[in-house]
């Protein structure tokens, strides 16, 4: 009797160590950051900063307005989004780091690099910072794309950048529809 | 009476076991963190060397104190914030002193929330005060050592927070030395005007 | 092996039917033996008239020309131009234009894959030859840009936004004109992360594959 209850026992046991090794997430997942969520107009913190995301629009030409407001056309292939919101470092200097755009079948976008944003901008502990960022993406990855930062970056020597770390995603809400034009300030970081 | 035994007997040797092995985790875990607490301080920026209120004290080899630390004014402030400046006082004991604060001198302050905030440079602090605890030769940009017994001034200027202003404290770490930093406590809150030069 | 041993009694007369059909041991090795052989040369037997053991060669990746789509797991080109020029490629708007001897390689570029990607994740899959000599692409490099006109210069590919590339390289002072250019076009593939040393996370990671997928190979024009 002993020895069926064992058999029964090391079967049901074997069983679950296959169905452990089966749902055990891949180290993609594992490694993922640990995600704080909120909607358009909620403060998501997470410990490096708070992000709040005032809103967003998508457009088919950019105006960039720089110094002694002066405007730049930019053209693109695809859209124009633009994402403005409010960062506010928690505890000390810090910028965004990583700062992208998810489309729902989880292709990534990332930030454009022909203009400074508030993604490479410095955040100061208590002291809100108000800006934008802008992507460049196809316009069917638009409808549904979420807001995704991570790899906060800290400035200051005596703090390393976490491998793991945490990060914001906010749904924004876009439904795919293009305006002709955004606008967008650049920042002097 | 004497199987109740043998079983109490196992489940003493089940514990022995199980605190062994409870023993053989601690001390993997310690071997593996051990060696990362100097990273460790290196991130969390070092060890404070506390002077009390209004007083000075000894860090690297030299004499530290805040001489004061005061309001002041700027262009551009973020809405919200108070610009305050610090000056501090560096007396250097030995030529080994002076070497040691030659690579530079990073001020911060730090509010009762723990809060930190870096110098900025819009701000106009106190004027004929350097902003560099070394000063460095404008012809060869190769530093200036400070005279041993001699205290040099500088000041660093923040936008913190209008919250923050009545608990800050100043913190001076030296570049190159992340094990410990100095802490600087004003004797009252800021002044509501710049400080003095010294 | 069922671990029977059989004994064979020496006869000395006349001996009989059966005992002339047993196999001493020693024969018995022997069938074994060429039994085993037989299995190991038989193949190689049979493939050897049919040609199945000369040197097959490297195999050669397919050589490809100017206009010909390549479309890899991570980028698709399209080469436009390659060109040997004497003026600066890519002059910038400040400043005098530099002086020297350039090769220029044009492509349309789009990222197919999933995430974002920088111009020189790109450029560093490929190997350049001129006139057949491998060129230091680190030391030669002189601009990798995206050009957009009336635009600043960026280096972001993200997924699914063709930009035209510019990639231009110094030539070295000793060498001839070049004449022809060949670029070995590297694919990629993403995959966990191992590492047969050291920690390794296993997250995902894009990896050169070791062969060339494609050789681009062109005449130079002079521009």
């Known amino acids: 009797m002993n020895k069926l209850i064992a058999l029964v026992a090391s079967a049901l046991l074997l069983v679950a160590v296959g169905a452990a090794q089966r749902l055990r997430p891949d180290a993609d997942r594992v490694y993922q950051p640990l995600s704080s969520t909120g909607a358009i107009g909620q403060d998501v913190r997470t410990t490096p900063y708070t992000v709040r995301v005032e809103r967003a629009e998508t457009g088919r030409e950019l105006v960039l307005t720089g110094f002694l407001d002066k405007k730049e056309k930019r053209a693109t292939k695809g859209v124009w989004v633009v994402v403005h919101l409010t960062a506010t470092a928690t505890q000390e200097r810090v910028q965004l780091g990583t700062v992208e755009l998810q489309a729902l079948n989880g292709t990534r976008y990332a930030a454009t690099d022909r203009f400074s944003t508030l993604d490479s901008a410095d955040l100061d502990a208590g002291i809100p910072r108000r800006g934008s960022i802008a992507f460049e993406l196809p316009p069917d990855a638009v409808k549904g794309a979420i807001l995704r930062i991570t790899k906060a970056r800290y400035t200051t020597i005596h703090r390393l950048n976490a491998a793991l770390g945490p990060g914001v995603e906010v749904a924004l809400g876009l439904s795919g529809a293009a305006v002709p034009t955004v606008t967008i300030a650049q920042e002097d970081s | 009476m004497s199987g109740r035994r043998a079983k109490r007997d196992k489940g003493v040797k089940h514990l022995w076991y199980g605190l062994g092995l409870a023993a053989a985790v601690a001390a993997l875990v310690a071997v593996q963190v051990v060696p990362k607490l100097e990273e460790y301080g290196l991130r969390s920026g070092g060890e404070p060397i506390e002077a009390a209120a209004g007083t000075g004290a000894a860090f690297e080899g030299s004499t530290w104190r805040l001489i004061g630390i005061g309001r002041t004014t700027g262009d551009n402030l973020p809405p919200g914030t108070t610009a305050v400046t610090a000056v501090i006082g560096v007396t250097p004991r030995d030529a080994a002193a002076s070497k040691a604060m030659s690579k530079g001198c990073e001020p911060s302050v730090r509010d009762a929330r723990a809060r930190t905030w870096t110098p900025t440079t819009r ?41 923050a202003v009545s608990s800050l404290r100043v913190e001076v770490r030296l570049r190159d030395h992340h094990e410990s930093f100095v802490r600087l406590t004003p004797s009252a809150a800021p002044s509501a005007g710049p400080p003095p030069a010294g | 092996m069922n671990g029977t041993i059989s004994i064979t009694i020496p006869q000395v007369s006349s001996p009989s039917p059966e005992a002339s059909t047993e196999t001493s041991p020693r024969g018995r090795a022997w069938m074994w033996f060429a039994g085993l052989a037989a299995v190991i040369l038989l193949p190689l037997a049979v493939a050897w008239p049919l040609g199945g053991l000369a040197d097959a060669g490297k ?31 890519n002059p910038s708007p400040f400043g005098e234009p530099d002086k020297g001897r350039y090769v220029v390689l044009d492509l349309d570029v789009t990222n197919v894959s999933r995430f974002p990607a920088s111009l020189s994740d790109m450029a560093a899959r490929f190997a350049i030859r001129l006139d057949g000599k491998p060129l230091d692409q680190i030391m030669s490099i002189k601009d990798q840009l995206i050009m957009r006109p009336g635009d600043n210069r960026g280096s972001l590919l993200n997924p699914g936004m063709p930009e035209t590339v510019r990639l231009s390289w110094e030539v070295a002072a000793d060498a001839p004109d070049p004449r022809r250019l060949s670029v070995a076009v590297h694919d990629e593939d993403y995959q966990p992360s191992w590492s047969l040393l050291g920690y390794y996370s296993g997250t995902s990671l894009w990896y050169r594959q070791d062969d060339p997928r494609w050789i681009l190979d062109t005449p130079l024009e002079r521009a």
């Not at chain 2, 012809?139 to 927070?161: C, D, H, M, W």
């Not at chain 3, 010909?68 to 003026?87: D, E, I």
């Open chain 2, 123 to 163: 701000l106009k602090g106190v004027p004929k005060v350097s902003t560099l605890c070394t000063r460095i030769d404008e012809k060869t940009y190769k530093p200036i050592l400070a005279k041993p017994g001699v205290e040099a001034k500088f000041q660093a200027s923040f936008a913190v927070p209008a919250d």
């Open chain 3, 59 to 89: 195999n050669e990746p397919p050589r490809t020309a100017l206009g010909q789509k390549l479309t890899g797991n991570r980028f698709q080109l399209v080469p436009k131009k390659a060109a040997y020029t004497t003026s600066d490629p």
